[in-house]
């Protein structure tokens, strides 16, 4: 019975051995490809879609037009002049970073507001935080060159113009700074959370970029259709509206 009990016990820790050498290898399995989904979703945050800059189809005006759906109307002027980066393809980018920030930090509502661990309020359309508000040297150097009475104006060309400083630096990379600050993004020392806040940013970019394609493909559709009409009749007598061009495409249609 001993003997018989040895065999039994040497079968038995063999097959123990080998079910824990197994499970040690299938989790060391689900761990590699847990890190790498981790490496493939931090990669696709890394990365903004900037098809629209290169569409010459896609005008500034096209990224104006669903920009003004979003951002209240008296802050239009200020959004339009302080996103203006030089030239029409690097406008485009950066109003659409602007538009996309804005949206997700506080859908285009002043109402929004924040607690910090620290204390601090991260408030307003683009929540930024009461430290640098309260802070002259901040304000004085970000807010606009000329005299604005409206406060929450003034707010807005802060926030784009330090952006704007932070992108000049660090590019796309600016989120990072911008919502962690930049002591940290410079340490490495960005939380998971900043990461997230980059994804959804860029989901934003997104969900944009495809309002003001579209935008420009109607636009392009109805100058068209209003270049057709001109073969028939000069231009003195073409006195449709693009609502009536639209109701003349709906009728030919049916």
Known sequence: RKMFAG??????????KKGIKMNNLIKRLIGIFILILINLNCANAEVFNDA????????????????????PNYLMDSFKEYTDMGNENESK????????????ESGWKITKSKVNKDGSYD????????????????MDIYGP??????????????????YKELYGRYETDAVYAYNCGEGRYIRNKIPKSTYIYKQRVKECIDKFNKEIKNASDERIRKEKFLKSLEKFMPKKMIVCSIVDAKRLVQKNNK
């Open 93 to 104: 980018y950066f109003a659409i970073q602007i538009l996309s920030i804005g949206y997700w």
């Open 145 to 162: 060159d000329k005299n604005i009475d409206n406060d929450l104006e003034t707010y807005l060309i802060v926030c784009i113009n330090f």
């Open 7 to 16: 065999i039994d016990n040497y079968k038995f820790l063999n097959k123990v």
């Open 123 to 138: 408030v307003g359309y683009m929540m930024l935080n009461t430290k640098n508000i309260s802070n002259e040297r901040f």
């Open 52 to 71: 629209l800059k290169y569409d010459s189809n896609v005008s500034l005006n096209d990224v104006y037009s669903v920009a003004e759906k979003y951002v």
